[in-house]
T-cell receptor
Framework: GEDVEQSLFLSVREGDSSVINCTYT??????LYWYKQEPGAGLQLLTYIFSNMDMKQDQRLTVLLNKKDKHLSLRIADTQTGDSAIYFCAEKNNFNKFYFGSGTKLNVKP | DVKVTQSSRYLVKRTGEKVFLECVQDMDHENMFWYRQDPGLGLRLIYF???????EKGDIPEGYSVSREKKERFSLILESASTNQTSMYLC??????????FGPGTRLTVT
């Protein structure tokens, strides 16, 4: 399958901004996603971006897409302890197949 | 509110047992998926189905089979469970839309 890579851990202080990065290899990606997984739960869609966009903002969340470098990032402004979770980057190709990264565990220190 | 449910949150089985994991969605979605989630490996696709009685292998189908007799239900079957199948299993569904909806997961331990 296609490769989607993320770093495994990120630790920030409450109130700071968090930036989670992701790289992918599939040039036929149609949509790219960020999912959040809280302990003991399934994945919940946070936000998504269509592959012909380069930025999307939704309240505290900003998604940046650099299609040339196949790089996606998620910025969380004013990070709160409730944002502590695992964040998955994912891409969907033209065949409705989804590829997920390994997940980045975000730890927010009070 | 959209809903994907999985039959068990936690399951403990013995090596060699036949295991059934059930997933039901109430959104009339055509597509359903089974993933396993392991630390550091993210989600890996086992099987998916794009219609009743249709199935496609994902990236790691070995040791698994699936059944989709009704549109709302997608079952994952471990014919003879092994310890390396201890994992979190996640079911998801979607339509032609952009998003997959996930169930809460089943944590399976094989001893």
């Amino acid at each position: 399958g296609e490769d989607v890579e993320q770093s495994l851990f990120l630790s920030v202080r409450e109130g700071d901004s968090s930036v989670i990065n992701c790289t992918y290899t599939d040039s036929s990606s149609t949509y790219l996603y960020w999912y959040k997984q809280e302990p003991g739960a399934g994945l919940q869609l946070l936000t998504y971006i269509f592959s012909n966009m380069d930025m999307k903002q939704d309240q505290r969340l900003t998604v940046l897409l650099n299609k040339k470098d196949k790089h996606l990032s998620l910025r969380i402004a004013d990070t709160q302890t409730g944002d502590s979770a695992i964040y998955f980057c994912a891409e969907k190709n033209n065949f409705n197949k989804f590829y997920f990264g390994s997940g980045t565990k975000l730890n927010v220190k009070p | 509110d959209v809903k994907v449910t999985q039959s068990s949150r936690y399951l403990v089985k013995r090596t060699g047992e036949k295991v059934f994991l059930e997933c039901v969605q109430d959104m009339d979605h055509e597509n359903m998926f089974w993933y396993r989630q392991d630390p550091g490996l993210g989600l890996r696709l086992i099987y998916f189905s794009y219609d009743v009685k249709m199935k496609e292998k994902g990236d790691i189908p070995e040791g698994y089979s699936v059944s989709r007799e009704k549109k709302e239900r997608f079952s994952l079957i471990l014919e003879s469970a092994s310890t390396n199948q201890t994992s979190m299993y996640l079911c998801a569904s979607n339509s032609r839309g952009y998003e997959q909806y996930f169930g809460p997961g089943t944590r399976l331990t094989v001893t």
